[in-house]
C-alpha cells in the first residue's frame, strides 16, 4: 500500500467528517501535526470532538480550530494559556470534558489497547468521579474510566520510511504515541521519509501497521509559547 499523500488535503481526502472523534497528537505547540491540522480548518468540517492534551494556544495549532467554531467538544486535560478556549468555555459556546494528564494519555492508550475500560485512583473525591463508577479494591476506592477510540488520529513525527514505521524526537513523542494507536485510521506528518530498512527497528515508536498515510510537512517554522530572555546587564 502506498502510504505517502503529496499533502495534508489529499491524505485526509474521504476521512473527515462533522460531527466525528480526532484523537490528536502533541503538547502545547510541541510535536502538533500543524499541516493537518491547517487542512482539517479548510475543509470546513464541523462539531468535532478532539482528544487532546490542550487545544495549542490562541490562533495556533488546534487553537484554529477553535477560531473558526469547527469544535464542539475537547477532551483535554488543559486549557492553559489559549483565552479564546477559556472564553468558550465559560460561555457555554464549548463543551469541554476535563480528564487529569496520565488518565488522558491512558485512556487513549487503552482504546489502542481494546480495553474499553480501566480502574484508577486518580480523581478520587474530587469532580473527575462525578457520574463514574466506583469500586473498591484492597481497600482503597478507585473510579472507572473509559478508553477513547476515535474515527482518525493525526500525529507528528520525525521521521519514517516508506512503510510507516515512524520515530518521534525527544518531548515531541508526548501525547502523539498513545493518540496514533487510538482510532480507526492514522495519518502523520513527518519531517522526513527515508527507505525501508534504514530505520533501526529497536528505535521505532510506532509500527507502520498502525499508520495507514502520511505527508512530508518540512520544513517547519518552530513556534515558542512564552519566550523568556534576561535583562541586559548594564556595561
Given at each position: 500500500?502506498?502510504?505517502?499523500?503529496?499533502?495534508?488535503?489529499?491524505?485526509?481526502?474521504?476521512?473527515?467528517?462533522?460531527?466525528?472523534?480526532?484523537?490528536?497528537?502533541?503538547?502545547?505547540?510541541?510535536?502538533?501535526?500543524?499541516?493537518?491540522?491547517?487542512?482539517?480548518q479548510?475543509?470546513?468540517?464541523?462539531d468535532?470532538?478532539?482528544a487532546?492534551?490542550?487545544?495549542?494556544?490562541?490562533?495556533?495549532?488546534?487553537?484554529k480550530?477553535?477560531r473558526?467554531?469547527?469544535?464542539?467538544?475537547?477532551i483535554?486535560?488543559?486549557?492553559?494559556e489559549?483565552?479564546?478556549?477559556?472564553?468558550?468555555?465559560?460561555?457555554?459556546?464549548?463543551?469541554?470534558?476535563?480528564?487529569?494528564?496520565?488518565?488522558l494519555?491512558?485512556r487513549c492508550?487503552?482504546?489502542?489497547?481494546?480495553?474499553?475500560?480501566?480502574?484508577?485512583?486518580?480523581?478520587?473525591?474530587?469532580?473527575?468521579?462525578?457520574?463514574?463508577e466506583?469500586?473498591?479494591?484492597?481497600?482503597q476506592?478507585?473510579?472507572?474510566?473509559?478508553?477513547?477510540r476515535?474515527?482518525?488520529?493525526?500525529v507528528?513525527?520525525?521521521?519514517?520510511?516508506?512503510?510507516?514505521?515512524?520515530?518521534?524526537?525527544?518531548?515531541?513523542?508526548?501525547?502523539?504515541?498513545?493518540?496514533?494507536?487510538?482510532?480507526?485510521?492514522?495519518?502523520?506528518?513527518?519531517?522526513?521519509?527515508?527507505?525501508v530498512g534504514?530505520?533501526?527497528?529497536?528505535?521505532?515508536?510506532?509500527?507502520?501497521?498502525y499508520?495507514?498515510?502520511?505527508i512530508?510537512?518540512?520544513?517547519?517554522d518552530k513556534?515558542?509559547?512564552?519566550?523568556?530572555?534576561?535583562?541586559?546587564?548594564?556595561?
Open positions: 500500500m502506498k502510504k505517502l499523500y503529496p499533502n495534508a488535503e489529499a491524505a485526509l481526502d474521504g476521512l473527515l467528517f462533522d460531527g466525528m472523534t480526532i484523537c490528536a497528537g502533541g503538547f502545547g505547540l510541541c510535536g502538533i501535526p500543524e499541516r493537518l491540522i491547517d487542512a482539517i479548510a475543509s470546513g468540517v464541523k468535532l470532538t478532539i487532546s492534551n490542550n487545544a495549542g494556544i490562541d490562533n495556533e495549532g488546534l487553537g480550530l477553535l473558526s467554531r469547527q469544535v464542539k467538544k475537547m483535554s486535560s488543559y486549557v492553559g489559549n483565552k479564546e478556549f477559556e472564553r468558550q468555555y465559560l460561555s457555554g459556546e464549548l463543551e469541554v470534558e476535563f480528564c487529569p494528564q496520565g488518565t494519555a491512558e492508550r487503552a482504546g489502542g489497547a481494546g480495553i474499553p475500560g480501566f480502574y484508577t485512583k486518580t480523581g478520587v473525591g474530587t469532580k473527575v468521579a462525578e457520574g463514574k466506583v469500586k473498591v479494591f484492597d481497600g476506592e478507585y473510579i472507572l474510566e473509559r478508553g477513547i476515535a474515527d482518525l488520529s493525526i507528528k513525527g520525525w521521521k519514517a520510511d516508506a512503510a510507516g514505521n515512524l520515530i518521534f524526537r525527544k518531548t515531541a513523542r508526548n501525547f502523539n504515541q498513545p493518540m496514533a494507536t487510538a482510532s480507526n485510521i492514522c495519518v502523520a506528518e513527518v519531517e522526513e521519509v527515508v527507505p534504514s530505520l533501526d527497528p529497536d528505535c521505532v515508536h510506532i509500527p507502520g501497521i499508520v495507514k498515510r502520511m512530508v510537512g518540512a520544513p517547519y513556534k515558542i509559547e512564552f519566550r523568556t530572555v534576561r535583562e541586559r546587564e548594564a556595561a
